[in-house]
């Protein structure tokens, strides 16, 4: 499918009992393809911004459009199985094997099964495990960076026109989150799908992001590009966190995205 | 055991009518307990009140309970299998609230994430996930619904209890023996093989 657009229009969420909105008056044009990442701490709404895109957090405000439709003129179920879903709890079907898990959305959408299957292996090898070893394999007997390999291929197994992410790697380890990162950034050019990201690790925004959204208290702080942020931060509390006009902040954040993600294509 | 080996015919044909009048209320009983499992482990506001009443219910003695049953819709086969689907109602919800509340949330929200309807997740993620644990309900109901089933000899003249009762009327200990050990030796087997089933869906 070809990628998508994502717009916020004015979007916002009042979770009920809660003192002030989740997120307010969001407005935010992510265009087909681009790898957008939502940076900012815990409570910061960058969650909830990201799940009233497949609709799990309805708006109370706003509209949310992919590609010019408002998500809620579409079924709720189609719209989730046209967009990708990952999260830092993983949630593999551990009644499932691997391939099944994979296997979930392609069936869901009435693939037949040898298409499915093909596809799965196909998805393996794309995230770097190797099927006739992995195929069959229970979830359960799995390291969290293979768990979460799996997660990705799960949700990008029917082709998606967009790509949602919440914090998909904040519980492995450094080094495989290094791994898992310059992957993603291999397969989200691959299949040009739009992406929203999110997360609270700067260096991790620095590496991924085409442009970031900083989020605080339920609004957007800035949007730009990771250069952009650096050098002109917008708000105190955008500065502070990119420590932008601090030197080794700025080369070590660009070295590690360049490093990252090699040289352009 | 005398009564046991002279007469298995007997003995089998009444041990077939128990299992028939568990296994029936058993499969009724799990008609509504299994909604209101759902229910309670859906809604943690609702789930004290229900769980609370199912269990008040189960505290009554099963006898006391059959008696309001009987005053109610008379003899036979219909009191005994009224009190066996209430009284279970308490074991089988419960264990669908604890397995269904129990699933791993994150297995719940990829299943919604991934575009599984409402129904898809509840049978093919939350069920299945839950399975053993509503299995170990449904074990330690079908247990004491074949005891508590004895009085359907009492009641109805269905099922081990038959032997029980007569032969307290008739004075022959080994009659009451024979449907003891027969209704016995089924809650052991029906608990050895929920066993067995339990362990097969263990994940």
């Known amino acids: ?265 | 055991m005398t009564y046991l080996l002279a007469h298995p015919a007997r003995v089998a044909a009444l041990a077939a009518t128990h299992v028939e009048l568990v296994v029936i209320a058993l499969v009724v009983a799990a008609l509504f307990a299994f909604p209101l499992g759902v229910l309670a482990a859906r809604r943690p506001r609702v789930s004290p009140w229900l769980l609370g009443t199912l269990g008040a219910i189960y505290t009554v003695p099963s006898l006391a309970l059959l008696a309001v049953v009987v005053q109610w819709v008379g003899l036979g086969f219909l009191p005994i299998f009224i009190a066996l689907v209430v009284y279970a109602q308490f074991m089988l919800a419960r264990g669908v609230a604890a397995g269904i509340g129990g699933v791993d949330a994150a297995q719940v929200d990829a299943a919604r994430g991934l575009g599984m309807s409402s129904s898809q997740v509840l049978w093919g993620v939350e069920v299945r996930q839950a399975l053993p644990v509503m299995l170990g309900g449904v074990r330690i109901a079908t247990v004491a619904s074949i005891a508590i089933a004895t009085l359907g000899g009492y009641v109805g003249g269905v099922g081990l209890g038959v032997l029980i009762f007569n032969g307290l009327t008739l004075h022959q200990p080994a009659m009451i023996v024979a449907g003891s050990i027969a209704a016995s030796l089924l809650a052991i087997a029906a608990d050895g093989a929920l066993r067995l089933v339990e362990r097969a869906a263990t994940i």
Not at chain 1, 72 to 86: F, H, K, N
């Open chain 1, 1 to 265: 499918m070809t990628p998508a657009s994502i717009s916020f229009e004015g979007a916002s969420v009042r979770y009920s009992g809660a003192s002030r909105n989740a997120i307010e008056n969001i407005t935010l044009e992510c265009e087909g393809g681009e790898l957008v990442v939502l940076l900012g701490p815990s409570g910061c709404g960058k969650s909830t911004l990201l799940r009233t895109v497949n609709r799990l957090v309805p708006l109370d405000a706003g509209r949310v459009l992919l590609d010019g439709t408002d998500v809620t003129q579409l079924d709720a179920v189609e719209l989730r199985r046209q967009i990708g879903y990952v999260i830092q709890a993983i949630g593999l079907f551990t009644h499932m094997t691997v391939a099944q898990n994979i296997a979930v959305v392609p069936r869901l959408l009435g693939w037949d099964g040898a298409t499915s299957a093909a596809r799965v292996d196909e998805l393996l090898q794309l995230v770097g495990l190797d099927p006739t070893a992995y195929r069959d394999r229970s979830p359960n007997r799995l390291s969290g960076g293979e768990a979460q390999r799996i997660g990705v291929a799960r949700a990008i197994a029917a082709k998606p026109r967009a790509l949602l992410m919440d914090e998909p790697f904040g519980a492995v380890d450094s080094l495989v989150r290094t791994s898992l990162q310059r992957e993603l950034i291999r397969i989200v050019r691959e299949l040009r799908t739009t992406t929203l990201f999110v997360t609270h690790d700067v260096e991790e925004a620095f590496r991924l992001a085409d442009r970031i959204v900083v989020m605080r208290l339920g609004r957007i702080e800035q949007t730009g590009t990771p250069e952009e942020l650096l050098a002109k931060p917008a708000t105190t509390y955008v500065r502070e966190l990119v420590h932008a006009a601090d030197e080794v902040y700025e080369r070590y954040y660009l070295a590690s995205r360049e490093r990252l993600r090699g040289s352009p294509p």
